[in-house]
Structure formats: C-alpha cells, structure tokens
C-alpha cells in the first residue's frame, strides 16, 4: 500500500503542480494583455505556489524517513489544501465575476471543462492517496 500512497501523490503532484505551471505561462494566462498587472502577479505566485507544494509533498513522498505512515500523512494534506481551494473558487466564481478558462480559448474534455475535468480526476486521486495513506504503518 505504500508505493501505491506513493505513486498517487506523485500523480497529484503532476496535475496540480507541473500542468499549471507550463499551461498557465502563456498568453491566455501569465502574459494575458488584457489583464492588469496585479492579476498576472497572483497568476505568477499561484502557479509557483502549486509547484512549490508539490516539488514538498514529492520529498516528503520520496525522501527516506523513518515513520513512513507519518510522512505520508503529512504529503497528503497539501493535495485536499490545493484542490479544495480550487473547487471553493470554483463553486464562488459566479460572485467574483471569475470564469474557468479564457473565452476565446476553451478546453473541454468530453464535455467537461479541461480544469473542472482534470482538477476532478486529481481530487479523487487525492482522495484515494489520502485514505492509504492513514492507513499506512
């Protein structure tokens, strides 16, 4: 159960921190002409934030340790932390004026929003990588 913990977090950590960060460093997000440049500040700082956390919870994944089941635990929140945050803003972007994806350039997977599609896969492989890993020893 421990590799298995192991290579779904790592799967977590793809999604919700490398994708971003080379998906979002583009005209549509980072280098949006029509956005101010406060909004392409938090764009910058979010997407390094997501590949901060994840570049941790790969150490703490990966690194040797001696209570694995421990540091399991603790890789695992980061996940449930970053994607929550995504579907509140998600659930909230109708008060805030906010969309998914840029009007002129929207992706979808069958059917689906890409961010709504892909962020729903990670949280319910966060959610599985989060129930073995309190049952880690």
């Known amino acids: 159960m421990t590799r ?5 977090l790592t799967l977590v950590c793809i999604q919700t921190g490398f994708v971003p960060l080379l998906a979002d460093i583009n005209p549509s997000h980072l280098f949006h002409e029509g ?3 406060h909004a392409r ?12 956390l ?22 695992s929140a980061p996940g449930c932390i970053f994607l929550g945050a995504f579907f509140v803003a998600f659930f909230f ?13 929207p992706i979808q997977f069958f059917g689906f929003d890409g961010n709504v599609f892909g962020f729903s896969i990670a949280a319910a492989v ?11 020893r």
């Open 4 to 8: 298995t913990t192991q290579i779904l």
């Open 126 to 136: 966060q959610a599985v990588a989060t129930v073995f890993a309190w049952r880690v």
């Open 54 to 75: 994840a570049l941790y919870v790969l150490f703490l994944t990966w690194a040797p340790a001696a209570d694995r089941g421990q540091r399991l635990r603790y890789a």
């Open 93 to 105: 972007m109708d008060g805030f004026g906010g969309g998914l994806t840029d009007v002129a350039e």
């Open 35 to 37: 956005w101010p440049p």
């Open 41 to 52: 500040f938090h764009t910058a700082w979010a997407i390094t934030v997501g590949a901060g």
